[in-house]
Structures are given as structure tokens and as C-alpha cells.
């Protein structure tokens, strides 16, 4: 996606989240390069955060793939399928979407082909992929007390101790387009 698209949409957000829309885009270019189609499989996140959770073991309605889907990020902010559950994405969506599954799948929207469904929908709304990204960034420097910098650790989850810089040089950049 142009750069200067994703910051005319991240411009959108800044009355509802109050986040300047450079950072919001400098966080993109770090996340994506911009590619709202951008998908990865991560490993190391199913591991720590989505197997400990016991999906399949504690419920028959899940399915592994299930877990596997939660594990990877997604799009132009490359949210985890996991944080977007957490902060409520899938019950927004089975909620506000008209969607075509069947009734056991819309009352049980966790269902491996309704994340799958949620997803697919997802990854076609680059707004979306900004908003929701916008969502928990908020939730992420809300954790830090306002502090962006430490809100953007939170957000990469501590794997690059680097993050915040790496953002912030983006964000330099961005202004001086």
C-alpha cells in the first residue's frame, strides 16, 4: 500500500485514539513495509502465549489449526491472531458482520472456519488492520502509564530491545514526507 495512503487512514483514527498518525505509520513501514497482505507464521508466540491457553484440550469445539491461526500476524500492523482476539476483534466481528456460516458456528464464533472467516474479512479492510492495531497499541501504552516508548516494547513483546528506536527513526522519516 502507498505510504501516504497509510497515513491519510491512520489520520482517520487520531479524533477516536489520539495517537499521531506518524507514529501510526512509522509502526506500519516497521511492521509490514506498508504490505497489507503481509502474513508470518510465528512459532515462538504459539509456544509462549497460545499453547499455554490449552485450546484444543480444554475444548473440543477448537481445533488445532485453530492454534495456529492465533499464532500468526496479520497485515499492515501485523497484529497476532491471539491479540486480536484478546481485544475483542472476533466478537466485534461475529457481531457486526454479516457473514455466511452456519448457526452452530455463528453461536461458537471461536470455530476454526469462523476465525479463519474473521480473518479472511480482516485482511481484505486495511482501516481495519489500522484500527485494530490502533486498539491495542492504546491498550499497549495505557500498560506503560503514556509512555510510548515503553508502549512499543510491550507491543513487539520484548523480543528486539531495539523496537522503540527502530520506531521512532521511522517516525522522523515520516514527518519529512
Do not use: C
Amino acid at each position: 500500500m502507498d505510504k501516504k495512503k497509510v497515513l491519510l487512514l491512520a489520520e482517520q483514527f487520531v479524533p477516536q485514539y489520539k495517537i499521531d498518525p506518524t507514529l501510526t505509520t512509522a509502526l506500519v513501514w516497521q511492521e509490514s513495509s506498508f504490505d497489507e497482505t503481509a502474513i508470518r507464521f510465528e512459532p515462538a508466540f504459539l509456544k509462549r502465549y497460545v499453547e499455554p491457553l490449552q485450546l484444543t484440550q480444554t475444548n473440543l469445539r477448537y481445533h488445532f489449526s485453530t492454534e495456529i491461526l492465533l499464532s500468526m500476524s496479520y497485515g499492515l500492523t501485523q497484529m497476532m491472531g491471539e491479540s486480536l482476539r484478546e481485544i475483542g476483534f472476533f466478537d466485534w466481528y461475529f457481531k457486526n458482520r454479516i457473514i455466511t456460516v452456519t448457526a452452530q458456528i455463528a453461536t461458537y464464533p471461536m470455530q476454526n472456519t469462523a476465525v479463519a472467516d474473521a480473518i479472511d474479512w480482516y485482511m481484505m479492510h486495511p482501516e481495519a488492520q489500522i484500527e485494530w492495531g490502533l486498539k491495542w497499541l492504546v491498550q499497549k501504552i495505557g500498560l506503560a502509564h503514556g509512555d510510548i516508548r515503553q508502549g512499543l516494547l510491550y507491543w513487539n513483546g520484548g523480543s528486539n530491545k531495539q523496537y522503540d528506536d527502530d520506531v521512532i527513526a521511522k517516525q522522523t522519516q515520516v514527518k519529512g514526507w
